[in-house]
Each structure stands twice: as structure tokens, then as C-alpha cells.
């Protein structure tokens, strides 16, 4: 299937590229180096991002976006969009997207529950880009304006990508989770990986439909997807003990279960706060029953622990407002995060400010995030620095606080440099 996909992909790059048509090409040229405070480590990346967008008629555009890695342990080439899409085709009243696209649900600046279409990587800190990129996914998009106010979207994805979230990561948070049943430390317990994905193809896909328009001055939207989760669950643990007897093996078969959610999203404008936004979201995840079965040393002892049973509810609520002196202020309360799910879905709030300069060259930055469930917090403090339209210079500085198995305080503290260049 991924074969297929990928030739299907190649040709059409070559086509887009080949085409005789009006022509936009773009890019960034970035530089990412970070200093995580914790463990004194330097890393550091160069990523160039390349756009070539062209006109195949007055209604067809194409598009390839690609980025071009030198970071270690990185995919070196990363697909950001491979794309045909037409406005107002094959008819008047419909447009439609084919490809590896991004389909972004939701009105929330960042921790939409609505947003389930494209995973996303696990973000080490909170600095610039916090939550923001997203892994495209091949799907066909369509969209019928059956009326000026309103129209109906029809999403189908042939293929299922999951969530990124490194092995190293994966295996802390398992041992995290599985050291306590048997009374150890989680630092004496090793954990092997094995993944089953689910079975998506043309004829099983995933699928969505949304509906959005406009009641009143208020932007609203209603969806549903049939899919299945993008974070893996354990199925399946067999514990073994080790030839020292201190440390515990563990071999877990890690699944993706099945889910469907319901969702509503609006936006609009406080009337009584000129310059105010309030936009919000809240999603309904039915989960089908996901249980671990646990098989200990002694086999007879083997036991199963419910992880997905019951429907639960994700939400995202945020105001944002620019003050007169041109500060942007925005706070979103979010019960759950992308990585939550079921039983372990909690409260957080998440403050953002920052003010540019009058000439449009400075504008510092604070985020700060806070966990209702635990009291860990992460806060981050930066400024970017524009020389000139084409120049722009972050510096981040992240700060966690919490212990390493908390809610927040596991992000760590870390100074991030970015600098990019656009062309």
C-alpha cells in the first residue's frame, strides 16, 4: 500500500515540476540548534523548505512542498504537501483537495480535540512552532457549498499514519506505566517494541464528514470522523525476569484502537471587547474496548487492565484580544492534550503574550502552560528579531517544573535558536 502510494507520489512531483504552466517557487532556509539544560546535550538541525506551486488552468492548481533535512536520526526528506486542488471544480459550487495534504479541523489556536486528520510529533518544549506542525496524511477532500452560508466536507484517507513519538520517548512512558504493577523502579524495567497497525486500504478507509457556516455573527462547524487512534496502546506485556533477578524485561505489542468523534467548533467576536476573539471547541470520542493483557514470570498470574472503555469528552476554550498598545493576548483552557486520552485526559490552561515593536523588527514573547491535575507548569520566554522581511531570529528560553512523571514537569528545560531566511 505505502509502495503504491509513493510511486503514485513520485509521478505526480515529476508531472508538477514538467508542467508548462505560471509558476510560484518559494523556501525557507532555517537553522534549529537547542541546549537541553537537563542532560548539558547540544543538538542542532538545518532544514530547507522548498514550495513550487503552479497554475494548470484557471480553476487547477498543483503544489509540492518538501523539506530537506540534516539532523540526526531524521527522516533526511520530509513530505509537507503533495497536492492537486481545484476552486470551484469540477463545479461551481464545490472545490476539492487530492493528495498528501494537511486538513486542519477546529477553530483553537493549538490543542484542538476537533484536529484528529493529520498526526503530529511529539514537541519537546513549548517555544516557537509549539504544536504547530503536522504530518500530512494522503486523503481526497471535498467540499459542496450547497448554500452562501453553508457547506458540507467529505474527507477519505485510504491510508493510516500514526502520531510520531520517538521509541525512547515511547518505552520511558511505558516503563513509567508498567514498573508500579510489579512494584519496581521504572529505571529496572526494559521494554521491547512491537506495533500492529490497523488495516486501512481504498475499500476499508478512514473517513469524515463537517458541515460549517454561520449562525448570526458566530462561525460554527459540526464533524465526524470514523478512524482510529493516532497514540498507540499496549495489547499485549509479557514480563520476564532477568538473569540478575533485579531488572524486569518487558515484550509489548503496542495497537491502535478504534474511535469516532463528534465534534463541534465555533468562533466569534466579543461584542462588548472590540478587538476580541473568544473560539472554542469540544469533541466526543467514542472508544471501542481496549484492554492490556498482562503476562507476568509466573504465567498463572496473568491478568487484563481496562485502558479504553467509556465516552469522554476533550474540549478547547480560548479568547484571544490585541490591547490598544498592540499587545496580543491569548488564554485557552484545554481539557485534554493530543497525547491524552480516555481515563488520563486533564485540565490545563495555557497563556500566551507578546507585543511587536512599532517597526515591526522586535517582538518578545512569554507561554506559559499549567496542569490543573498535578500543579507542573512549563513556561517559556523568547524574542524574535526580524533584520529585514527576509530574515527572522527566535531565541527561546523553556522552563519546566514538576517532577519528571508529572503532567508538564517531564518537557524538561531547554534554550532553543532559530534562525531562518525566506527566498
Not at 467540499?143 to 510520531?164: C, G, R
Not at 464528514?209 to 459540526?222: E, M, Q, Y
Request: aromatic share 12%.
Amino acid at each position: 500500500m505505502k509502495n503504491v502510494l509513493l510511486s503514485i507520489l513520485v509521478v505526480f512531483s515529476v508531472l508538477c515540476v514538467s508542467l508548462p504552466a505560471v509558476a510560484l517557487i518559494t523556501g525557507e532556509a532555517r537553522l534549529d540548534t537547542s541546549w537541553d539544560l537537563d542532560s548539558g546535550e547540544l543538538d542542532y538541525g538545518l532544514e530547507l523548505d522548498l514550495e513550487y506551486h503552479t497554475s494548470i488552468s484557471d480553476r487547477l492548481w498543483a503544489g509540492v512542498e518538501l523539506t530537506l533535512r540534516y539532523r540526526e536520526d531524521t527522516d533526511p526528506v520530509r513530505i509537507r504537501e503533495i497536492f492537486l486542488e481545484g476552486f470551484q471544480a469540477p463545479w461551481d459550487e464545490t472545490d476539492f483537495r487530492l493528495g498528501y495534504i494537511k486538513i486542519p479541523w477546529g477553530a483553537s489556536d493549538m490543542l484542538s480535540p476537533v484536529d484528529v486528520i493529520n498526526p503530529i510529533p511529539m514537541s519537546p518544549g513549548i517555544g516557537e512552532g509549539f504544536m504547530g506542525e503536522k504530518i500530512p496524511v494522503p486523503a481526497i477532500q471535498f467540499e459542496w457549498y450547497h448554500t452562501f452560508d453553508w457547506s458540507i466536507e467529505l474527507v477519505y484517507q485510504p491510508d493510516f499514519t500514526p502520531n510520531f513519538i520517538p521509541e525512547p520517548l515511547q518505552r520511558g512512558m511505558l516503563a513509567s506505566q508498567l514498573a508500579p504493577l510489579f512494584g519496581v523502579s521504572s529505571a529496572d524495567f526494559v521494554v521491547g517494541l512491537d506495533y500492529l497497525e490497523p488495516e486501512v486500504s481504498f475499500d476499508r478507509p478512514l473517513w469524515g464528514v463537517r458541515t460549517r457556516g454561520h449562525i448570526g455573527s458566530v462561525d460554527v462547524a459540526l464533524s465526524y470522523h470514523d478512524g482510529y487512534y493516532l497514540n498507540p496502546f499496549p495489547s499485549r506485556v509479557d514480563v520476564m525476569v532477568g538473569d540478575m533477578g533485579e531488572m524486569f524485561h518487558a515484550d509489548v505489542l503496542m495497537g491502535y484502537p478504534r474511535r469516532r468523534m463528534l465534534g463541534l467548533e465555533f468562533q466569534g467576536e466579543l461584542r462588548a471587547l472590540p478587538g476580541a476573539t473568544f473560539r472554542g471547541d469540544v469533541a466526543l470520542f467514542i472508544p471501542e474496548h481496549w484492554s492490556m493483557t498482562v503476562v507476568p514470570p509466573n504465567k498463572a498470574e496473568s491478568f487484563e487492565e481496562d485502558i479504553l472503555r467509556d465516552p469522554y469528552w476533550k474540549v478547547a476554550l480560548g479568547v484571544d484580544y490585541t490591547t490598544d498598545d498592540n499587545i496580543y493576548l491569548n488564554m485557552i483552557y484545554a481539557l485534554g492534550t493530543p497525547f491524552e486520552e480516555g481515563d488520563d485526559v486533564s485540565s490545563y490552561l495555557f497563556l500566551q503574550a507578546e507585543r511587536e515593536s512599532s517597526d515591526g523588527r522586535w517582538k518578545p514573547f512569554i507561554t506559559s502552560g499549567l496542569s490543573f491535575a498535578d500543579g507542573s507548569m512549563v513556561n517559556a520566554l523568547g524574542v524574535s528579531y526580524m533584520p529585514d522581511l527576509d530574515w527572522n531570529i527566535t531565541l527561546t528560553a523553556s522552563f519546566a517544573s514538576g517532577p519528571p512523571d508529572s503532567k508538564l514537569g517531564g518537557i524538561g528545560d531547554g534554550i532553543f535558536l532559530t534562525a531562518s531566511y525566506v527566498f
